[in-house]
């Protein structure tokens, strides 16, 4: 039974089989990064900005099958992997409902019932979703919302964090290495190059989680052992929060999968509906496992470390758990969850940039694609230094603008079509903004803890409540005293 402490240096823990199973296992990314832009080069040899070339860069020609599109989904979806093991850490199994089972749940109603009303459309991006409902300016302020939302910040602090662990550099030299050495990834080419290489990554991940629950299990014991060694509130729902607290992800659940740009891409990229949805199902029961993985050895390491820093007290448990060969496996599953992630989200948001707002006037695809991303990158690095490593902060900001701002609009569109204007839309962002920004501002140290993710939702829902309902007839040819109906009046 090895001897655990809770502060190490994991690069004097590592030996050559780590490093070599580390680094090897990037080499074979990289060379099916390779072979995916030959894959490329094969189906689009040129390096036009026609019609058939930008459907190929940005969404691989509407040919991602079951397989890749699994794979690429359950990759993009968990590059938050420190933050789900913090959060496990702290809170025990608070995490598998609030970053787990919430989630299931909204990945289930988006596959039946989202997502053959987003390909109907037949859009690219979606903004380009976004301006098909509602027109175009709606099409540009969601662009540049969208675009906030999907700078990955969380993941540059995560990748941060991780390269922190294996060199004693700062958090914010770590996130700029780490942010840099991405984009340099992410421009290797488009969505084909980006799905290659996932499917490594895929692997990778699932691998090196899965074997740290299994020697925990064999070196300490099953349930029993965390029961014991772990407070009660461990094996609660809300762990040490209150249950609106709680709640709130399971709203942030629903409201990031129904708007998030990757499950966008990815459906739209799928070659008919059917690989749309079962992929979804399938990626789901994926997560579950790769979750149940995160949680319990996050419980197991909080009881063997109980005073370890909870930021990276996972991966320190783990390398001292494993034997060697197989602690470098763990830190490839780490890197993976996090490169999987970040690289589609820098890709995403750079696409953004230059194609929906076409901010980059170079006729050359790949020179656009280069500029946008070392933008965006940029940007990234910048705001992820305001939260200083705390992962579910960023989350919660950022996903709560984000929400309000889209999603009850959305909803509307996919099941009220043509009940909604342009002009309600953009009505709505103002004041759900205004109001989340308000109530931050006046609510700060107020005991009933009422988050502002519940303002901005409740102000979006009101609004577009208000506006469905001057469009129902038998409000619409209601008549006032004075003669007047709204049929009259342009209200939308």
């Known amino acids: 039974m090895p001897v655990f402490e809770p502060f190490i240096n994991i690069s004097d823990h590592l030996s050559f089989l780590d490093w070599l199973v580390f680094f090897g296992s990037f080499i074979c990314c990289i060379a099916v990064t390779f072979y995916g832009q030959y894959r ?12 058939a070339s930008v459907l190929e860069y940005l969404l691989m020609g509407r040919q991602l099958t079951l397989p890749l599109f699994v794979a690429t989904l359950v990759t993009t979806w968990y590059g938050g992997i420190f933050g789900v093991t913090q959060i496990a850490y702290e809170q025990g199994i608070y995490n598998l409902f609030t970053q787990g089972i919430f989630w299931y749940s909204a990945y289930f109603v988006f596959a039946i019932y989202i997502v053959k009303r987003i390909r109907s459309y037949n859009a690219v991006t979606m903004s380009e979703l976004i301006q098909k409902l509602f027109g175009h300016k ?16 969380a993941y540059a602090i995560s990748i941060g964090i991780f390269i922190q662990c294996l ?10 290495i780490g942010v840099i050495f991405i984009a340099l990834y992410a421009v290797s080419g488009g969505l084909r190059t980006v799905v290659y290489s996932d499917v490594v990554l895929f692997v990778l991940m699932c691998l090196g989680v899965s074997l740290t629950l299994l020697f925990s299990v064999i070196n300490f014991g099953g349930l029993g052992f965390l029961q014991q060694q772990l407070p009660s509130n461990y094996f609660t729902p809300c762990g040490t929060k209150t249950l609106p607290n709680t709640l709130v992800w399971l709203f942030i659940a629903f409201s990031t ?15 008919n509906d059917k690989v749309a949805t079962r992929g979804i199902i399938i990626a789901t029961i994926i997560w579950f496992l790769f979750d149940i993985c995160t949680t319990f050895g996050a419980m197991y390491a909080k009881a063997v470390l109980p005073h370890a820093d ?14 060697n060969g197989f602690k470098g496996l763990l830190l490839a599953s780490f890197a993976a969850a996090i490169i999987g992630t970040l690289d589609s989200f820098l890709f995403i948001a750079s696409n953004i940039i230059f194609y929906d707002l076409k901010l980059i006037k170079i006729k050359n695809l790949r020179l656009q694609h280069c500029f946008a991303i070392f933008i965006t990158a940029l940007l990234t690095f910048t705001i992820a230094q305001y939260f200083s490593g705390k992962i579910e902060d960023a989350w919660l900001f950022i996903k709560s603008y984000f929400t309000a701002t889209l999603l009850i609009p959305l909803l509307f569109a996919y099941f009220a079509s043509g009940k909604i204007n342009e002009k309600w839309f953009l009505a709505n962002a103002v004041i759900s903004c205004s109001t989340i920004t308000l109530w931050s501002y006046l609510a700060t140290g107020n005991p009933a803890q009422i988050d502002s993710f519940y303002i901005g939702c409740g102000s979006s829902i009101i609004i577009f409540s208000v506006a469905f309902a001057y469009k129902l007839p038998i409000i619409a040819n209601f008549k006032w005293r004075r003669g007047y109906s709204l049929s009259h009046l342009d209200l939308g």
């Open 310 to 323: 909870s930021t990276n007290a996972y991966l320190i448990y783990g390398i001292q758990l494993l034997p």
């Open 40 to 51: 490329k080069r094969l189906l689009q040899p040129c390096n036009s900005n026609n019609q």
């Open 167 to 176: 060199f004693p550099l700062s958090l914010t030299t770590a996130i700029g």
């Open 138 to 153: 709606a099409a540009k302020l969601s662009a540049v919302i969208i675009f906030l939302k999907t700078l990955p910040i």
């Open 257 to 271: 999968t129904f708007l998030s740009p990757c499950f966008y891409q990815r459906c739209m990229a799928a070659v």
